[in-house]
């Protein structure tokens, strides 16, 4: 580093920033000219978005710089968020409202000749998840950095993000995402690399003092190389990082030899096999499919990961004891897990701790957070394959589940049945590695995402390990979302309403601020700009859906909105077979009862993982009833069906704040938590859904005149399923109608839905769609009775919003740092 004399230099010329409009477009301008090398008048959308970018960009540097140096010298605890997925979306409109300065890039820019809200389209979305879980990730970062936590997150930076849908005659088509050609948020660190090693085996030799050593030999090399995103907080100069690894060849990989010899070709294949690992993000969500490059993607990213980290506590020269006071990681899902076994490998291989001591500074360092309870979800991987490719860390398995176990049988002996269900190794043909077993072992605690959610994983899937373990190791953590992008950008006029009568934008930072709105529920002015606000917004959806699908629809109807994953256990088939009993009704109806109909919009938007057979059939039956019925002259406005193609985080900030109505209704106990249940109400929507996840504290907080619910409970689930397969199952008789109509052809070849139907008619109908259907039908009917007295509608909309403090990802950060990884905040001075 600079010698003290010398550094009055590098202070003088430090980097400052813009604060005003001209200091702004001084750097736009100088970047269109310099980094991007154009000349001065060469300048497109697509350029002054990079320009754009750079700018903020190398605000938040400095920013982060400082945030970096400010927790090194405090040597202050940090937190760690391991995902594989992180939904980041957008980076400019986040980065301008954040800083403040979205105002004076408003009018720099428009000054240099474009509109910021053109600016902010150029950029392609960092669409590194699949839903929830990746998304849930990118708000913890933007409430971390905002109140001031010191925490990285830490990912594979993916060449492929989530792939494009295209929908073509109503089939989805999946395209490739690149989304790295010029990406101005990230900063490579070409200096900042982990070499990771696979396959091989492990040899053993004594010490001096005659213990065993074991050495992990031979096998591949493949090179980590750390990129890193800046993550600005909300009006606070913290920026926190997030780092991405990428891999490559290892230098001693490349093979110089063949390369000499002329076998170009097999030396460069090498370099794409190191490359394979982080080229793309598998795109199934709630799914485990147990692929070795998935795998192989997981021990990558976690041994680079934590050779970072303890890289960087080795520095502070303490004593390895005090590593959890240094070190808290959170394991998002079980896709971390390695995290644990290379911890204790590091410790005890490595670092000659002996086993118990390096276990529990383990154990200290770890919480796992679990986020479904669906069996096809639940990671395992099979021994053989863990054996092939990480021997040295099967072995630390075997020993983890076998002191678990011994411990257990001390707790509960002669015990044989509680042996077999706890063992981290699943007795099976082949046998398995359960990845949840061995995270809550590795763990201090355990959290699901929502209330039932968490009570269920106590008393179904982990029950077991409550008896072991005692109830204090297993807590609730109910997810939240960060109200800077899902209300403050996505809709900004909200925001300033909200502003101007709660007292100014402290709820941005305080969300249980928005109660102050119920006061002003009286003010028919109020309510008034609080409706042109949502019919504004629904017209710029309108304006979409023409553009894109060329489909007029009315911005008064009803706009009854499901966008999420394409999923059975979210019932999107109940959602359409509801649409497709509409429909009928109204054929059925004379021209004068059709007047007296209320509109309504019916827009679907989501992505099926490419294998999933079954959820491409409901995309195409969804298309095909829009199809018939947009076009049908009987129907005219009173009923649309739209399904709007590649729904991603952007989309999500135009579709969320436009709703009227919002569907959650995945059968009782199915979905952990949801999140977007969470950005509808916040933007003046209501709910229709099932008493599942966070519907159910959503309800408790906004009270149950404000939502609409139905179906079967999640404790009758269990009964309904078994009655269903051994006694008889009978489908309602309007459900069946829904059946005759697609089964005679009114939605095109019935065949293509053939198995639908026979799902819930002849296969046990498990998502229970029969069960519920007839209650959703009538909750609709109750929707549209209601949504016709405007002023009550509107008053229900505000008083939901009011109440919705409690779901800001800011207290549901606060709860993890108090109760899980003990940190505290620490502010730039
Ligand atoms: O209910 C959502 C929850 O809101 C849940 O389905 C989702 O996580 C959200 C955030 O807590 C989720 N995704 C996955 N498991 N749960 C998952 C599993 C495997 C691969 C990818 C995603």
Known sequence: SIPEPQREAWKKHQVQGFTDKDGFEKEVVRHVETTLARSLFNCDEGAAYSATSLAFRDRLITEWNRTQQRQTTA?????????????????????????????????????????????????????LGNGGLGRLAACFLDSLASLNYPAWGYGLRYRYGIFKQEIINGYQVEVPDYWLDFNPWEFPRHDVTVDIQFYGNVRKSQDDNGKTVCHWEGGEIVTAVAYDMPIPGYATPSTNNLRLWSSKASSGEFDFQKFNNGDYESSVADQQRAETISAVLY????????????????????????????????????????????????????????????????????????????????????????????????????????????????????????????????????????????????????????????????SHKVNGVAELHSDLIQTTIFKDFVKI??????????????????????????????????????????????????????????????????????????????????????????????????????????????????????????????????????????????????????????????????????????????????????????????????????TAGTEASGTSNMKFVLNGGLIIGTCDGANIEITREIGQENIFLFGTLSEDVEDLRHAHTYGSHTVDADLNKVFDAIQSGTFGEPNDFGAMVAA?????????????????????????????????????????????????SDRCINEYAEGIWNVEPLALK
């Not at 900004?492 to 909200?498: D, K, T």
């Not at 989501?606 to 018939?628: D, F, R, S």
């Not at 509608?793 to 779901?807: H, L």
């Open 75 to 127: 040597d202050t605890k940090r937190v760690y968020y391991l995902s594989l997925e992180f939904l980041m979306g957008r980076a400019l409109d986040n980065a301008m409202l954040n800083v403040g300065l979205k105002d004076v890039a408003r009018g720099g820019i428009d000054e240099l000749g474009f509109r910021i809200e053109d600016i902010i389209e150029q950029e392609h979305d960092a669409a």
């Open 283 to 442: 795109p199934n969500d709630n799914l485990d499919r147990g692929k070795e490059l998935r795998l192989k993607q997981q021990y990558f990213w976690v041994a680079a990961s934590l050779y970072d980290i303890v890289r960087r506590f080795k520095k502070s020269k303490r004593a390895w004891r005090e590593f959890p006071d240094q070190v808290a990681i959170q394991l998002n899902d079980t896709h971390p897990t390695l995290a644990v076994v290379e911890l204790q490998r590091i410790l005890v291989d490595i670092e000659g701790l002996e086993w118990d001591e390096a276990w529990n500074i383990v154990t200290s360092t770890f919480g796992y957070t679990n986020h479904t309870v669906l069996p096809e979800a639940l990671e395992k991987w099979p021994v053989g394959l863990m054996q092939h490719l990480l021997p040295r860390h099967l072995q630390i398995i075997y020993d983890i589940n076998l002191f678990f176990l011994q411990s257990v049988e001390k707790k509960f002996p002669n015990d044989r049945d509680i042996l077999t269900s706890v063992s981290i190794i699943e007795e099976s043909q082949p046998k398995m590695v359960r990845m949840a077993y061995l995270a809550i072992v590795g």
């Open 469 to 666: 373990f005692g109830a204090d190791k297993f807590t609730n953590v109910t997810n939240g979302i960060t109200p800077r992008r899902w209300l403050h950008q996505a809709n900004p006029r909200l925001s300033e309403l909200i502003a101007s009568k709660t007292g100014g934008h402290e709820f941005l930072k305080d969300l249980t601020q928005l109660n102050k709105l119920e006061l002003s529920i009286d003010d028919a002015a109020f309510r008034k700009e609080w409706a042109e606000i949502k019919y504004a917004n629904k017209v710029r959806l309108t304006k979409y859906i023409k553009k894109t699908l060329d489909v007029t629809v009315n911005p008064a109807s009803l706009f009854d909105v499901q966008v999420k994953r394409i999923h059975e256990y979210k019932r999107q088939q109940l959602n359409i077979f509801g649409v497709i009993h509409r429909y009928l009704a109204l054929k059925a109806m004379s021209p004068e009862e059709r007047k007296k109909q209320l509109p309504r919009v019916s827009i679907f938007g989501g992505k099926a993982a490419p294998g999933y057979w079954m959820a491409k059939q409901i995309i195409h039956l969804i298309n095909n009833v829009g199809a018939v019925v947009n076009k049908d002259p009987d129907i005219g406005d009173l009923l649309k069906v739209i399904y709007l193609e590649d729904y991603n985080v952007s989309k999500a900030e135009m579709i969320v704040p436009a709703s009227d109505l919002s569907e959650h209704i995945s």
């Open 760 to 808: 819930v008619r002849d296969h046990g109908d498990y998502y229970l769609v029969s069960d519920d259907f007839q209650s959703y039908i009538d909750t609709q009917k109750m929707v549209d009775n209601e949504y016709r007295n405007q002023d009550e509608w509107v008053r229900k909309c505000i008083r939901s919003v009011a109440r919705m403090g409690f779901f800001s």
